[in-house]
């Protein structure tokens, strides 16, 4: 199999994260450079039918977009550590609070850092005004994500799952606007060190020059 990968993006890095959760290193990592344009080529536009990254292309040539869509497809070919749900129940609370992470911070968290980044206006047709919105709801509902880490150390299950996933990467993503949660969310706090303390927080990122 190859994924079809790129630095910093927090859809593909979800993907890798779940790779490196489950120990997967057996797929070819291609990496894409978005400012060139190598994912609006005709060749991958030929496989992925949209210019989405990341990519899975499996072995018999079967093309898959949507990084949760190819984190299920790793869960039922590597089903440990299991990140979507062990019973119908568990899986049912996990599938909620993985829509509501990514519907009410991942989204609004990608579009305000798309529209509002000078370097972002290379592949998109910026509105800050809309950026600005989505920051705010974003804002709003990680009150909303405090509240449920109240007690417990992960958002829906009692250990790490798909949903905490979707929500770090978004939430770290937002550092490049220097995006911060109000202080006052210790809950949210606490939990996103121990998220960013996790090696697999480190899988495929480009690393700090130390020289």
């Known amino acids: 199999m190859k994924l079809y990968d790129t630095p ?17 290193a057996d797929i ?9 344009g190598q994912h609006r ?22 093309c898959v977009t949507e990084s949760v869509a190819i984190c299920r497809y790793l869960e039922s070919r590597y089903p440990e550590p ?11 609370v996990i599938e909620m609070w993985l829509r509501r992470v ?13 529209h509002t ?16 919105h989505s920051l ?13 880490l109240e007690g417990r150390d992960w958002i829906a299950a009692d250990r790490l799952t798909i949903a905490d ?15 911060r949660p109000p202080e006052e969310l210790r809950n949210l706090a606490r939990w996103a060190d121990a998220m960013r303390a996790r090696p697999a927080a480190k899988a495929g990122m480009p690393q700090k020059s130390t020289a």
């Open 41 to 62: 080529t005709p060749d991958y536009l030929a496989k992925a039918g949209l210019a989405n990254v990341p990519m899975l292309e499996m072995d018999d040539g079967t």
């Open 102 to 114: 990514e519907m009410m911070i991942a989204t609004p968290l990608m579009i305000g850092v798309r």
């Open 8 to 24: 910093l993006a927090p859809n593909p890095r979800r993907v890798r994260w779940v790779m490196a959760e489950k120990g997967i």
């Open 136 to 148: 705010q709801g974003a804002t709003r509902a990680l009150k909303v994500l405090d509240r449920q």
């Open 28 to 36: 070819e990592v291609i990496t894409l450079n978005l400012m060139e």
């Open 165 to 179: 996933i979707v929500a770090f990467t978004a939430l770290d993503f937002g550092r490049m606007i220097k995006f």
């Open 117 to 132: 980044h000078p370097a972002m206006g290379a592949l998109e047709q910026q509105a800050p005004a809309v950026g600005e």
């Open 82 to 92: 299991n990140l979507f749900g062990r019973t119908p129940e568990e899986g049912a």
